[in-house]
């Protein structure tokens, strides 16, 4: 036994005396399984730093020691996960003393997560835009303590910026939005749901200078209307998702303005805009006939069979749609179905509080959705589980058919 290990010390000792570190990096990189990467660290201290100085992402628990340590290992890390679970958050979790150990320790970092990190200040947030200039990415959503002074140092000094995440921090305001169009011109992705001081006029500056943005999510803040969502799509041509749930001054000219400019649209949220009516809705599916992928406009009451007809009839690639609560919608809609070539791509449809839909609508539906995952008819008199099993409907095999609410929904349509 000893003779056996004495010879596995001598390989590893030649192994060590004839490869290079560059060789052994080459090595690591190929290393596909996990497993495999971290078998590679224990063959000895040698291997176990070059594993570690390769290291680009790491997701850990905050605290300034642990950080110190993590900084001294992982040299050439690149992405950072602190987020704290809702449901499993630690005290105090992450803190601005946190943040300035990794504005010293992580210079090369380029992605953060930082969400729901309630404790961190404007000051740790100064920290970081001073020190982190390659930072690209950067999530500091439900960080409510944060305003405008904080961001504004990540805005100002980080200009490879791409993307940001401030949802639901509230203290945000236009501000912010005119030092990003100053500063950030390769910003593509946008998250303010709940920053409800935000204004078509911030959206106006912001798209003087960031016109790459492709995900715009301003859902819930309730200031923006058409001016600002119009100046957006006329910037931002390259615009992919638009998220506008209970943005209730949004209407059909905004839409309009969509279908002439945005073209490669692909997931549009309208949810609660209660002044879109069928005409910009047409004109939408129109222009967007090839891209668009996910539509929610639940709560919009002016859309009827009409509009929809046309989107199931034009939008081939549409994945999941949501029409909850728009009551003038019926059986007639579906029938556009028939009309096509080809199955529809549909695989996610919320009908829910859709008094006219009736069982022979389902039925309709299910000739031509064969992909179909998950169906929503919750609060449809007409169409209830009693009423589909008497007309001897069938669903496709792996379809969630939600009757009664018992079943969770997909996380698609936000």
């Known amino acids: 036994m000893a003779k056996h290990e004495n010879s596995d010390e001598l390989s590893k000792d030649w192994i060590n005396q004839i490869l290079t570190d560059d060789e052994l990096r080459v090595i690591l990189l190929k290393l596909q399984n996990n497993k495999d990467k971290e078998g590679f660290g224990l063959v000895c201290k040698r291997w176990l730093h070059l594993q570690s100085t390769e290291r680009r992402k790491l997701c850990a628990r905050a605290g300034p020691l642990i950080l110190q340590k993590m900084a001294a290992r992982f040299t050439r890390l690149v992405e950072l996960d602190l987020s704290q679970s809702v449901s499993r958050s630690f005290y105090p979790g992450v803190t601005d003393i946190d943040l300035a150990v990794i504005a010293a320790g992580f210079s090369w970092l380029q992605v953060l997560s930082l969400r729901n990190c309630k404790g961190i200040t404007d000051a740790g947030m100064v920290a ?29 000094n980080c200009g490879r910026l791409r993307s940001l995440h401030l949802l639901g921090c509230k203290y ?15 910003l593509e992705v946008l998250g303010l749901e709940g920053c409800i001081n935000i204004t078509d006029s911030g959206l106006t500056s912001l798209a003087d200078g960031c016109q790459r943005i492709k995900v715009l999510d301003v859902n819930k803040c309730s200031n923006i209307g058409d001016i600002g969502v119009t100046t957006v799509s006329k910037a931002c041509t390259s615009l992919r998702t638009l998220k506008l749930l209970d943005c209730y001054k949004v209407g059909d000219n905004s839409i309009f303005s969509l279908a002439h400019y945005c073209k490669n649209l692909e997931t549009l949220v309208i949810g609660g805009c209660r002044n879109i009516s069928n005409e910009s809705i047409k004109s939408l599916a129109s222009a967007c006939h090839n891209s668009l992928k996910n539509l929610r406009m639940d709560w919009c009451l002016n859309i009827s069979d009409s509009s929809l007809s046309c989107i199931l009839s034009k939008c081939k690639n549409l994945e999941a749609l949501d029409i909850g609560c728009c009551e003038e919608v019926s059986d007639t809609a579906f029938q556009a179905l028939r009309s096509g070539s080809q199955d529809s791509a549909l695989k996610i449809l919320k009908i829910s509080n859709c008094q006219k839909i ?17 169906l929503d008819v919750r609060c449809c008199p007409h169409a209830t589980k009693v009423g589909c099993e008497q007309a ?15 079943l969770s929904e997909p996380d698609v349509v936000i």
């Open 172 to 186: 945000i305001t236009d501000g912010l939005l005119t030092v990003l169009s100053k500063n950030c011109h390769n």
């Open 128 to 156: 970081l835009g001073n020190d982190l200039t390659c930072l690209q990415s950067l999530d500091v959503s439900y960080c409510r303590k944060l305003t405008d002074k904080g961001l504004t140092a990540i805005a100002e």
């Open 392 to 406: 001897g409907l069938r669903f496709p095999e792996f379809c969630k058919v939600n009757f009664t609410g018992s």
């Open 358 to 374: 009736t069982v022979l609508g389902i039925g309709i539906l299910l000739e031509s959705c064969k992909m179909l995952e998950y």
